[in-house]
């Protein structure tokens, strides 16, 4: 995350999303933001919205308090590998066959998505009341834990011995679950910073040059 992304993501999708839903729902449009404390989420609140309040996290505590960080993102990275390698036996099981690598070649963009799609909306409300059991307690109903993980890592394990991938048990999967690569530093999301800035302001002047060229063909890229 850099500060730029997130300035992009509060004022264009933030703001404009909870003032529809207070509106839908006939309530004051008064928001209280929780953010964990990193020098991505330091802008001037007040005068983008000052209805939303915002409130950060202490410093080093967001393995803590961080709702996020407390279940639900292990729960959908779970159904995430889960439906990941169905879609991987399913293949295998058809007609043609592809090898494990011809299959993660095919694999592109558009069905991670797809697949992303689907397994949040298997995420359940209870898993999001639960994850505020650290910094909201009084919040919290009837939560009994995250407890659909060890059944979906055992149908995981099945999974990949159906396909005769390897020898695999549960702990190698709790590992692949847990492993978060490297995490970039403060010199790296700068420069990602400055890139994203580069190639915006190129975007702004190709986009000056096509109004001014009336006969300009027009062209849609999608990335990938």
């Known amino acids: 995350m850099t500060r730029n992304i997130f300035f992009e993501w509060f004022v264009d999708h933030v ?15 008064k928001i209280f933001l929780l953010l964990d404390n990193t020098s991505a989420h330091e802008l001037d609140y007040e005068s983008l919205c000052p209805n939303i309040k915002v409130l ?4 080093n505590t967001a393995s803590l308090l ?30 043609g066959k592809p090898s494990v690598k011809e299959f993660w070649k095919s694999y592109n963009i558009l069905n ?10 298997e995420v359940t409300s209870q898993c999001m009341n639960g994850v505020w059991h650290h910094a909201w307690p009084d919040a919290v109903h ?24 390897a020898e695999v048990e549960g702990d190698d999967v709790q ?3 847990e492993y978060n690569g490297e995490q970039l530093t403060n010199e790296e999301l700068i420069e990602l910073d400055q ?7 190129k975007a702004n002047d190709d986009d000056d040059v ?15």
């Open 15 to 29: 703001v404009p999303e909870f003032k529809a839903y207070c509106q839908k729902e006939n309530l004051s449009f």
């Open 56 to 59: 950060f996290l202490p410093p």
């Open 66 to 95: 961080k709702p996020m960080d407390q279940g639900v993102m292990a729960t959908f990275r779970t159904y995430y590998l889960q439906r990941t390698v169905s879609m991987l036996r399913k293949e295998m099981a058809g007609e």
């Open 112 to 121: 991670g998505m797809e697949n992303m799609d689907a397994s949040w909306e």
């Open 142 to 165: 009837s939560f009994l834990g995250f407890d659909a993980i060890p059944a979906l890592e055992q149908e995981i394990v099945k999974l990949v011995k159906d396909v005769s991938l």
């Open 175 to 177: 590992e692949l679950l």
């Open 195 to 201: 890139q994203w800035l580069s190639e915006e302001s």
């Open 210 to 224: 096509g109004q001014d060229d009336k006969e300009s063909p027009a062209f849609l890229w999608i990335a990938g």
